[in-house]
């Protein structure tokens, strides 16, 4: 039988992503990662980060005379593809054995894969592993900044808390789907979830691993590297906390029993969902405009798929014809929509969603 913590590591891999192995000692956290490169025929360096400083980590500063400024040189056992090979791990254990200050130091790794001038080779993966501060090892507690930015998977243990507190944070859900729909690098399966769960754009979970923008993007990353399947939910819970992957991936199950969004964009007589399943009703829309986004964002021609998106609405309870405009203005398609016959009148009987546009026609 596979081990699901395994699996979730060659997944996160796959994705991009850099995943995080927590547990106390002795629960084979490091053997599971030199097994993986083993198993993949990879180079591997293991790099204790609890007995480094931030200066270990950027390199030692020396005179660029040539071009006036300092530059610095990396430190000898980072990955180099021509001693360690093309592909491989970068260990990063004893990550909360760091202090803050080099917690803080190794953000930029994580995230963008480099340390100042030094970027780490293509071929190259970055893996973490760290004790819970209630495993009594001698481990502080993870910097929010640098939780956020792996996907964390526990190793016969539940996962530490984190104190992330929501004060002065006004997470607009409206903001960000147009910004996915905008760049086409979020799937329309999380699209269309946060659409029906806003609150859950950015929630603090009480654990490492909490919902927001970045890691609903990891969770996007997740489903390309899984084919579109529905991830280990170990690994989806590693980016975004355990109940908000729960909803989640009962969410990508409800997907299965919408009707096909291509057909209704092909101007097809396909019955909406059934009144008492908005959650349904919620996947379908945001399927439809993200598909309808799609085309738009590659200049490709919409007019006979919007209009055939706007004559199939009203099969819809009016609420819901309300909303998959709104998310179709959201997405940048309000121009497209309102050249549809008819949709002046209902924008004046939905004012208060598109009183923009009634001004904007009228003037």
């Not at 489903?223 to 991830?231: K, R």
């Not at 014809?321 to 497209?336: I, R």
């Amino acid at each position: 039988m596979s081990d699901p913590v395994v699996e979730s590591m060659g997944l996160c891999l796959r994705a991009g992503l850099a995943p995080m192995l927590w547990g106390p000692p002795g629960v084979g956290k490091s053997d599971r990662v030199k097994d993986l490169a083993k198993e993949r025929g990879w180079g591997l360096v293991d790099v204790r980060l609890a007995r480094r400083s931030p200066v270990d980590l950027r390199g030692v500063p020396v005179p660029d005379t040539a071009a006036g400024r300092t530059r610095y040189l990396p430190p000898f056992e980072f990955p180099e593809p021509k001693r360690d090979g093309r592909e491989g791990i970068w260990f990063l254990d004893e990550v909360t054995g760091a202090p803050p200050a080099v917690q803080a130091a190794a953000l930029q790794l994580f995230l963008e894969r480099k340390f100042d001038s030094y970027e780490v080779p293509p071929g190259w993966h970055v893996v973490a592993a760290g004790n819970r501060v209630t495993d009594r090892s001698g481990s502080y507690a993870m910097l929010a900044s640098l939780a956020n930015r792996v996907v964390h998977l526990p190793v016969w243990c539940d996962l530490p808390a984190l104190d992330v507190s929501p004060e002065g944070v006004r997470p607009d859900a409206d903001a960000w789907r147009a910004w996915a729909y905008s760049t086409g690098r979020v799937r329309e399966e999380v699209v269309a979830f946060i659409a029906f769960r806003p609150d859950l754009v950015w929630k603090p979970t009480g654990q490492v691993a909490f919902p927001t923008p970045r890691t609903w993007e990891f969770v996007s990353r997740l489903l390309d590297a899984s084919g579109g399947s529905a991830p280990p939910s170990l690994a989806v819970a590693g980016c975004v906390g355990t109940g908000p992957a729960g909803e989640f991936l009962g969410f990508l199950r409800v997907r299965r029993e919408m009707p096909d969004p291509d057909a209704i964009l092909a101007g097809a007589d396909v019955p909406a969902p059934p009144a008492d399943r908005p959650d349904v009703a919620w996947a379908l829309g945001g399927a439809l405009v993200s598909r309808l986004a799609a085309l738009k964002k590659k200049r490709k021609p919409v007019g006979a798929q919007v209009a055939a998106f706007v004559r199939w609405l009203p099969q819809l309870p009016s609420n819901f014809q309300v909303l998959y405009l709104k998310e179709a203005w959201n997405a940048g398609l309000g121009t497209e929509c309102a050249a549809q016959p008819g949709f002046l009148d209902f924008a004046r009987e939905h004012r208060e969603v598109f009183v923009d546009e009634i001004r904007a026609r009228a003037g």
